[in-house]
């Protein structure tokens, strides 16, 4: 789906310059003949908003590639969530849009593999979307978190520097920014800043970031 600023009835079939339809599969080998990414996050909107999930498609992505890294958000609440997903060898993103309590959130971590965990601290027009005990909390934080501005998914309004400085100071942890990336100038000021990563859809399905450019910011 295409995303826009997180207001997800919004949401409409992929557009892309990289592949005429929108099948997943056919998406991601697109994205990849682009460029040889590592690692792909995915959000299950369906899992996300408890209308059932896409697990025949991560499992048929999985069987044709092997080798990469996938970030699976799918809406997770509870431990028990996490049975039909463990067969993946999937690096879980937990979502703190879906977390009420600390507590929730505990429970969720107990049962993963510390370093195939990723905590999405989630970002609204409102502010942070989740319990502030775990926004307030960097102790409890994985290695890696994203940092997701989902009013700027799928806009030109650049990455959100000042939520992403706040956390990178604060957490000392890996952060990935998500929201609002437009071109290879952002992704030149998110690598001088020392972020770890981006996650990155509309400019590459739009062609405002080419693979020569990510060569560039990758070297």
Same mark, same amino acid.
């Given at each position: 789906?295409?995303?826009?600023?997180?207001?997800?009835?919004?949401?409409?079939?992929?557009?892309?310059?990289?592949?005429?339809?929108?099948?997943?599969?056919?998406?991601?080998?697109?994205?990849?003949?682009?460029?040889?990414?590592?690692?792909?996050?995915?959000?299950?909107?369906?899992?996300?908003?408890?209308?059932?999930?896409?697990?025949?498609?991560?499992?048929?992505?999985?069987?044709?590639?092997?080798?990469?890294?996938?970030?699976?958000?799918?809406?997770?609440?509870? &431990? /028990?969530?996490? %049975?039909?997903?463990?067969?993946?060898? @999937?690096?879980? =993103?937990?979502?703190? #849009?879906?977390? +009420?309590?600390?507590?929730?959130?505990?429970?969720?971590?107990?049962?993963?593999?510390?370093?195939?965990?990723?905590?999405?601290?989630?970002?609204?027009?409102?502010?942070?979307?989740?319990?502030?005990?775990?926004?307030?909390?960097? &102790? /409890?934080?994985? %290695?890696?978190?994203?940092?997701?501005? @989902?009013?700027? =998914?799928?806009?030109? #309004?650049?990455? +959100?520097?000042?939520?992403?400085?706040?956390?990178?100071?604060?957490?000392?942890?890996?952060?990935?920014?998500?929201?609002?990336?437009?071109?290879?100038?952002?992704?030149?000021?998110?690598?001088?800043?020392?972020?770890?990563?981006?996650?990155?859809?509309? %400019?590459?399905?739009?062609?405002?970031?080419?693979?020569?450019?990510?060569?560039?910011?990758?070297?």
């Amino acid at each position: 789906m295409r995303a826009t600023r997180g207001e997800r009835h919004l949401y409409r079939p992929i557009v892309s310059q990289l592949h005429p339809g929108s099948d997943p599969l056919a998406i991601v080998s697109a994205l990849l003949k682009l460029y040889p990414f590592k690692s792909l996050y995915i959000a299950d909107l369906d899992a996300i908003q408890g209308r059932g999930n896409h697990h025949a498609v991560l499992l048929a992505l999985r069987a044709r590639y092997p080798a990469l890294r996938i970030l699976l958000d799918a809406g997770l609440q509870r &431990s /028990a969530d996490l %049975a039909q997903w463990r067969n993946l060898a @999937l690096d879980v =993103v937990i979502g703190s #849009e879906r977390l +009420d309590s600390m507590a929730q959130y505990m429970e969720l971590t107990q049962d993963l593999d510390p370093s195939r965990t990723v905590l999405s601290l989630d970002f609204g027009k409102t502010g942070f979307l989740g319990s502030q005990e775990i926004r307030t909390d960097p &102790s /409890a934080w994985p %290695a890696r978190i994203i940092a997701m501005t @989902l009013s700027r =998914v799928g806009n030109q #309004e650049g990455p +959100d520097i000042s939520l992403l400085q706040d956390l990178m100071m604060t957490s000392k942890r890996q952060v990935i920014a998500a929201g609002g990336v437009r071109h290879l100038q952002d992704l030149q000021v998110l690598k001088a800043l020392g972020a770890s990563g981006a996650l990155i859809a509309s %400019a590459l399905h739009d062609g405002h970031i080419t693979a020569e450019q990510l060569a560039l910011v990758n070297q």
